[in-house]
Nanobody, 114 residues
Framework: QEQLVESGGGLVPAGGSLRLSCVAS????????TRWYRQAPGKQRVLVAS???????AYADSVKDRFVISRDDAKNSLYLQMNSLKPEDTGVYFC????????WGQGTQVTVSS
């Protein structure tokens, strides 16, 4: 059964760093487009960063120059390196992969204190 498992969230002071990981139990992971989303309390889920099957990356304006998305297809893994964290980065971060089907992880909480 396909599943995504995120890890790496936690509580960090403003200016700190975290690295999120997502391990996918999916056959042919390398053929999937992958993304990280964030959902802040009381708000809709928003796209934070993406890296497609060809390695093309994109970022939300709010995280450009601070976050780095990467993937290791040999390990069926997706990562999000988050630097210079701000309180507004607080939320639950979700891993997402899609091709003809889409899958979501359960989320990992990131809390940035001011």
């Amino acid at each position: 059964q396909e599943q995504l498992v995120e890890s790496g969230g936690g509580l960090v002071p403003a200016g700190g760093s975290l690295r999120l990981s997502c391990v996918a139990s999916i056959i042919y992971f390398s053929l999937y487009d992958t993304r990280w989303y964030r959902q802040a309390p009381g708000k809709q889920r928003v796209l934070v960063a993406s890296v497609d099957r060809n390695g093309t990356v994109a970022y939300a304006d709010s995280v450009k120059d601070r976050f780095v998305i990467s993937r290791d297809d040999a390990k069926n893994s997706l990562y999000l390196q988050m630097n210079s964290l701000k309180p507004e980065d607080t939320g639950v971060y979700f891993c997402y992969v899609a091709r003809s089907r889409e899958f979501w992880g359960q989320g990992t909480q990131v809390t940035v204190s001011s």
